[in-house]
């Protein structure tokens, strides 16, 4: 099961010294475990030389079968607060909300016995939300993990946002987002997300992406870039690798 993951770095479009580590994987089931494996190995080590770990998770179709996988490494769990890279402005108990996908692919088997913290709750409003978010994000964190679109978003940070400047420069862990207009935020255009100042928050970085297209958006963002026109990049800011973990 939680076997070595042993990833091989081997893009050849990889730079020396660059500021990811690419992890690919034969297929999907490689790349599940191997997620898995990984991110479950920094919670270890937290949990060894702190009182708690703290997971940074995100939504989207991707990660599903690596938070199931996850949830079943046998970590200390009660030790362990799970809480949200990003939201669509949704209650926790909306099926499209990212807690909802926590929820049911993470806080269960050992997992079940985390503390997560969800980013939206009935009765707040947007603001009282990201005070909340704010008021306990100023911590370590063990691990964020990252999706990416075929727009090159991450988190609830998208190309051509309306105030992407002022995101970008926030102090903030985290910040309201109105990304109308944005089509890679679909119908759920209001969010909260964590912004480059609260990712430094972490501790090691993973983004998990498969299939060929976004291994190119992944590719030509490296090639051109520009941070507003490919937010993943924000990812690579600072001193932490980002570790990519892609399969076919
Ligand atoms: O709530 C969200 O929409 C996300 O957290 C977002 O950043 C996601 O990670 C990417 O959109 C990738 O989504 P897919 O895995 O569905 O491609």
Redesign the pocket.
Known sequence: MLDDPTPVPHDPAQPAAAPYRWHEHRNADAWTWASAVAIAAELRRDLARRPRARLL???????APVYRALARAPLDWARVDVA?????WLQPSDPDS?AW?VRSNLLRDNAAMSRFESLTRPGHGMEEAVAFANAHARQHASAAV?????DG?????FPGMAALDRVLASRQPYVAIDAGGSP???Q?SK?I?LTPAGLAFAQSRFL???GKA?RDVFRQAMADGDAKRWPVLLAMQGEVPLDVHWCP
């Open positions: 998770l995100s939504g989207g179709t991707t990660p949200l890279v990003d939201e669509r990212n996908l990252l999706g990416m679109g075929e978003h991450t988190a609830s940070l890679g935020a679909r759920w969010r997300s998990l992406i498969q976004k």
